[in-house]
Nanobody, 131 residues
Framework: EVQLVQSGGGSVQAGGSLRLSCTVS????????VAWYRQAPGKECELVSS?????????FYADSVKGRFTLSLDNAKTTMYLQMNSLRPEDTAVYYC???????????????????????WGQGTQVTVSS
């Protein structure tokens, strides 16, 4: 079964940096359509960044993170990253990676946050930014 496994995250003071990783097991991000979401306590999921290999252009970033966060993939297209710089307390949330993968024989996972565009999700990782 294909899985997205996240690592990274943790606690940091405002102004600091963290990098989240998301590795796909048993498959790749070829023809990728990937994203990072976050969910703060008591709030709905928020799209942080997304990137698709469909000619639609550069990665999308939410206004709240533009200029501070960067989504990237490794050359093997098996791991995606979210580099987070100049972190703020309002960035505190559980972060999820997501991908739309066409895996033979698999339908994917249950949607998260009512989002159906992506059929595989990471397990989530906590990011806490203190002031």
């Amino acid at each position: 079964e294909v899985q997205l496994v996240q690592s990274g995250g943790g606690s940091v003071q405002a102004g600091g940096s963290l990098r989240l990783s998301c590795t796909v097991s048993g498959f790749g991000f070829d023809d990728f359509d990937v994203a990072w979401y976050r969910q703060a306590p008591g709030k709905e999921c928020e799209l942080v960044s997304s990137f698709a290999d469909d000619g639609s252009g550069p990665p999308f970033y939410a206004d709240s993170v533009k200029g501070r966060f960067t989504l990237s993939l490794d050359n093997a297209k098996t791991t995606m990253y979210l580099q987070m710089n100049s972190l703020r307390p309002e960035d505190t949330a559980v972060y999820y990676c997501a991908a739309d993968l066409s895996v033979p024989g698999e339908a994917g996972q249950q949607p998260r946050c009512g989002i159906y565009e992506y059929n595989y999700w990471g397990q989530g990782t906590q990011v806490t930014v203190s002031s």
